[in-house]
């Protein structure tokens, strides 16, 4: 079974600035990916960027770009040069499991807030 | 390409009753997913189908049952409901395999009174 931590209930960030997500996870997988997943009021999930574990280089997508510490499984998200459109619940989500048995398990999110 | 289509997207129901919510996947997606999400417990996963079959399962009693059609559509049936399951059900699709991104879709608000 997983466990996801998101330590930040809310975050808030000004328009243009930076602004990094926290996520710690764990899993007895030694196999599994790491996904961010973005919640706007639409209340549709979209996702924002993923990553393998078994890749060492971090992912980006964009303004997004991620900081993956394996031996700490810890997986945060930095949202760059901030946009309105960036507010939204956050969720982070490891897919883990053996075989066709994959998973995803989400955090309980973090609510942020972009100031014009 | 169509995204994730689930219907309706509100309901209102009484204790007691049954409800049915409907998910269309992305075209050609074979895995849909079913998840509830509330803002005591966050996002809870109920199961998994692939190919008409269930994979996986999340620990929702036995009133919470899916099914999955030949054409990957898939539906998730509540049974005798309580106030509990007041909550905003999400469906996901994806290709099936281990990378996939789930693709969700605007989900279904359900209130019981």
């Known amino acids: 079974a997983q466990t996801v931590t998101q330590s930040q209930p809310e975050m808030s960030v000004q328009e243009a600035e930076t602004v990094t997500l926290s996520c710690t996870y764990d899993t007895s997988e030694s196999d599994y990916y790491l996904f961010w997943y973005k919640q706007p009021p639409s209340r549709q999930m979209i996702l924002v960027i993923r990553q393998e574990a078994y890749k060492q280089q971090n992912a980006t997508e964009n303004r997004f770009s991620v900081n993956f510490q394996k031996a700490a499984k810890s997986f945060s998200l930095k949202i760059s040069d901030s946009q309105?459109?960036?507010?939204?619940?956050?969720?982070?989500?490891?897919?883990?499991?053996?075989?066709?048995?994959?998973?995803?398990?989400?955090?309980?999110?973090?609510?942020?807030?972009?100031?014009p | 390409k169509a995204g994730v289509t689930q219907t309706p997207r509100y309901l209102i129901k009484t204790r007691g009753q049954q409800v049915t919510l409907s998910c269309s996947p992305i075209s050609?997606?074979?895995?849909?997913?079913?998840?509830?999400?509330t803002p005591g417990q966050g996002l809870q996963f109920l199961f998994e189908y692939f190919s008409?079959?269930?994979?996986?399962?999340?620990?929702?009693?036995?009133?919470?049952?899916g099914?999955?059609?030949?054409?990957?559509?898939?539906?998730?049936?509540?049974?005798?409901?309580?106030?509990?399951d007041s909550?905003?059900?999400?469906?996901?699709?994806?290709?099936?395999?281990?990378?996939?991104?789930?693709?969700?879709?605007?989900?279904?608000?359900?209130?019981?009174?």
């Open chain 2, 67 to 84: 099914r999955q059609f030949s054409n990957s559509r898939s539906e998730m049936n509540v049974s005798t409901l309580e106030l509990g």
């Open chain 2, 52 to 65: 008409e079959t269930q994979r996986n399962k999340g620990n929702f009693p036995g009133r919470f049952s």
């Open chain 1, 84 to 115: 309105l459109g960036d507010a939204a619940m956050y969720f982070c989500a490891p897919m883990a499991g053996g075989g066709s048995n994959y998973k995803l398990t989400f955090g309980k999110g973090t609510l942020l807030t972009v100031n």
């Open chain 2, 28 to 37: 050609g997606h074979r895995s849909v997913s079913w998840y509830q999400q």
């Open chain 2, 87 to 113: 909550a905003l059900y999400l469906c996901a699709s994806s290709p099936g395999t281990a990378n996939s991104p789930l693709h969700f879709g605007n989900g279904t608000r359900l209130t019981v009174t």
